[in-house]
C-alpha cells in the first residue's frame, strides 16, 4: 500500500477539525517547496505571512513590554503555559 492510500485510509476515519489541521499543514508544507522560479512571497505562503505578522506585533510592541517578556520561555515554557514547577538544569 502506497503512502498516499495509507493517508486517504487514516482520513476515512479522522475528525473533520484534525482534516482541516492537516491540510492547512499540507498546504504550508508544499508553500515551503521551492517551485520552478516561483519565489515564495506572505500572499502565497502562510507561514510567511504568518511571520510578516508577528514581525510586525513585535516591531510595534513598547520596550517596556518587551523588557517583561520572560528570558528563559523556551527553556521553562511549561511554566509560563501551565504552572509546572520550574526545573533547573
Known amino acids: 500500500m502506497t503512502a ?44 510567511l505571512n504568518l511571520l510578516a505578522e508577528f514581525d510586525a506585533f513585535a516591531d510595534n510592541m513598547p520596550l517596556e513590554e518587551l523588557a517583561r517578556l520572560p528570558v528563559d520561555g523556551a527553556q521553562h515554557h511549561d511554566r509560563y503555559l501551565y504552572g509546572t514547577p520550574k526545573l533547573d538544569s
Open 4 to 47: 498516499k492510500e495509507q493517508l486517504l485510509q487514516e482520513l476515512e476515519q479522522t475528525s473533520e477539525e484534525l482534516i482541516e489541521a492537516t491540510l492547512a499543514f499540507l498546504r504550508s508544507a508544499k508553500a515551503q517547496q521551492p517551485d520552478q522560479g516561483v519565489e515564495s512571497t506572505p500572499a502565497t505562503n502562510p507561514l
